[in-house]
C-alpha cells in the first residue's frame, strides 16, 4: 500500500482538527459563554427601558402640571387629552410607514375615500373618531355608487385607536375585519 496516500488525509485531519480547536479556544472570551453575554446585554436593555420608562413618566407629570395651570398662551382645555404620535411605534408594530392622521390606516379606507372625507371636513383621525357612522355613510352616499357600498360602522373606532396611539389594540381589531367591516 503507498503510504502518502494514508498519511496525507491524515495530516490534514489533524491540521483542521488543531486549527478548530485553536479557533474556538480565541473566540471563547474565557470569562463566560454566549448565554453569559446575552444576558449581559438583556439586563442592559432592561436597565434602559427603565430609564426610558422613568423618563416617559416624568414627560408626562409635566405635561399634566403644564395642562393643569393654562396661561395666556394656552387656549385649549385641561380635560381635553393630548395624544402624541410616535411614528417609530406605529411603524413597528403596524410593519409599514404610517404618517400622522392617514385615514387609509383605516381598513376599508383608500386614497379615493380618504379624498372624500378631505372634502368634507374629516382629515385627522381625531374628527373621524368623533364623526357618526350616519355621517361617513351620508359622505360616502353623496360620493356615488362606487362609495355607497362601503360599510363605515368601524372606522371611528379604528381612528380613535389610531389617534390614542393604540397600534396593537388597532392591529388585532384590524386583523378580523374584512374591508373594514366585523
Not at 436597565?47 to 407629570?61: D, P, Q, W
Request: with cysteine; net charge negative; charged share 20%.
Amino acid at each position: 500500500m503507498n503510504i502518502p496516500c494514508i498519511l496525507i488525509p491524515v495530516l490534514v485531519g489533524l491540521i483542521c482538527g488543531i486549527l478548530g480547536y485553536l479557533l474556538g479556544k480565541m473566540n471563547s472570551k474565557g470569562d463566560g459563554s454566549l448565554a453569559a453575554d446575552l444576558q449581559a446585554d438583556l439586563d442592559a436593555c432592561k436597565a434602559h427601558t427603565k430609564s426610558l420608562n422613568t423618563r416617559i413618566s416624568a414627560l408626562e407629570a409635566d405635561l399634566a402640571a403644564k395642562l393643569s395651570k393654562p396661561n395666556a398662551t394656552q387656549s385649549f382645555a385641561a380635560t381635553t387629552p393630548v395624544f402624541l404620535f410616535d411614528q417609530d411605534l406605529a411603524a413597528s408594530v403596524c410593519n409599514k410607514k404610517i404618517e400622522e392622521n392617514d385615514l387609509k390606516i383605516v381598513e376599508g379606507i383608500g386614497p379615493k375615500i380618504e379624498t372624500l372625507m378631505n372634502a368634507a371636513g374629516i382629515s385627522t383621525w381625531k374628527e373621524l373618531s368623533e364623526a357618526s357612522t350616519e355621517k361617513l355613510q351620508a359622505i360616502l352616499d353623496a360620493g356615488g355608487e362606487n362609495y355607497a357600498i362601503h360599510n363605515p360602522s368601524t372606522w371611528s373606532k379604528q381612528a380613535l385607536l389610531a389617534y390614542e396611539g393604540k397600534w396593537q389594540d388597532l392591529k388585532d381589531l384590524q386583523e378580523n375585519l374584512l374591508g373594514g367591516k366585523e
